[in-house]
């Protein structure tokens, strides 16, 4: 198990930046790749962002590319989420998932074994 808690959700007005952090309490955590996905009410569970276990390596989805950045500190065992220039579209819970294997990034919901709650991200227009 690498159990994952997401925090720095909240309420932000179009434009704004936020912050997601991603934390986990296990030591594996950090050889794994991790990604963020979102979900808006009444829409499927999409691809944000990925990292590989290094940080060496990074993937965005086209939507975000150039107002989001991931991150990660092996050392705190944790991956962010720099979230700014954000659009009322933006608002979904985000979730951070871990794929359990130093396998390459993954876009896709199922490769990804390990899944926090989320947190809620609401951008006001």
């Known amino acids: 198990q690498v159990p994952l808690v997401e925090s720095g959700g909240g309420l932000v007005q179009a434009g704004g930046s936020l912050r997601l952090s991603c934390a986990a309490s296990e030591r594996t955590f950090s050889i794994y790749g991790t990604g963020w996905f979102r979900q808006a009410p009444g829409k499927e569970r999409e691809f944000v962002a990925a990292?590989?276990?290094?940080?060496?390596?990074?993937s965005y989805a086209d939507f975000v590319k150039g107002r989001f950045a991931i991150s990660r500190d092996n050392a705190k065992n944790t991956v962010s989420l720099q979230m700014n220039s954000l659009k009322f579209e933006d608002t979904a819970v985000y979730y951070c998932?871990?794929?359990?294997?130093?396998?390459?990034?993954?876009?896709?919901?199922?490769?990804?074994?390990?899944w926090g709650m989320g947190t809620q991200v609401t951008v006001s227009s």
């Open positions: 990292i590989s276990w290094s940080g060496g390596s990074t």
């Open positions: 998932a871990s794929r359990g294997t130093r396998a390459g990034l993954s876009i896709r919901t199922d490769g990804y074994e390990y």
